[in-house]
């Protein structure tokens, strides 16, 4: 670990060089990519750099204890030293989370469908409770939203909702969102004051770029029709919807969020390059067992991920076991200390299975 830190923090140095130099400054393309690179080194650097100046601190404080010391001063120093022992294996521990592969979409912004499942209206409702909960929690992190598509029934909420979180890091915290929510509340039709148990599904894609997925126009069939609002009813009379069938894999992706056919088309194709990618990398983490095994869950739409039970104010996330009795904070968008929990459990199972 030591050489990789160490050929780490030379080519830190070297791109350090290299943006300051004038030659690379004329060239914005190429500044902006070392940039970047840097950038991703830096934590790393930093964290080597405290790694050097605490084993130095260890190794000065164990040459104070081989001299004649007086019981003070010894005393002292020996506990300095217990700290920084005790710091040093804090730093290592960080330090191996660092060097851990970077999943390649980690800093790519996502696609996210919600979908009512089980329950009906009351599905649908706590559709729309998760899509105000993911649109907070973007806002929160400096991350833009656009609606893609939605179907909105006349008791409110979705039967379904897609829609694009865009920013930096999207993609590392909320593919651990990816499966089915189950809610537990008295819904307001119910005059008994009985608990029903509804479920949403929710479903987190990278948004693919065209140079990541490269579709074939002659694969596609494009259907058009008219858009139609909650309820059914048409909205408008031209065929402004699209819908677009991806034959060699039978995917389909509709929107008519737009008034403009060629901006449906476009919403479209994003959603279908994210789907595309998603079968692609499904198959091939099904050919990689062991990588599936460094997963938090498997990722997999039929799994029951989270519940959300209203009586007691609490959420619970079944993979990893973790009770929070903050409901109202978590539907505004305070979903940190769930995702820093799975995302701390899935390093966790990484560094054994790198062990």
Known sequence: MLDKL??????????????????????MVEWQKHTKAHSKLTPIVAKFREQKEVNQGI?????MLGE?????????VTAELSELKAKAEIINEELRILLLPKDPNDEKSVIVEIRGGAGGDEAALFAGDLFRMYTRYADDHGWRTELLDANAPDSGGFKEVVFVIDGDGAYSRLKYESGVHRVQRVPTTESSGRIHTS??????????????VVINQNDLRIDTYCASGAGGQHVNKTESAVRIVHLPTGIVVQCQDEKSQ???KDKCMRVLRSKVLEMAQEAQQAEQAEERKSQVGTGDRSERIRTYNFPQGRVTDHRIGLTLHKLDFV?????DEIINALIATNQSKRMQQVD
């Open 199 to 212: 479920t949403v599904t929710v479903a987190v894609l990278v948004e693919a770029e065209e140079v990541d």
């Open 262 to 264: 060629m901006k449906n």
């Open 6 to 27: 160490q050929a780490i923090e030379d080519r830190h140095t070297e791109l350090e060089n290299l943006i300051s130099d004038p030659s690379v400054l004329a060239n």
């Open 59 to 63: 190794a000065d404080a164990l040459e």
């Open 331 to 335: 539907l505004n968008g305070d979903l």
């Open 68 to 76: 004649k010391l007086e019981n003070d001063f010894r005393q002292m």
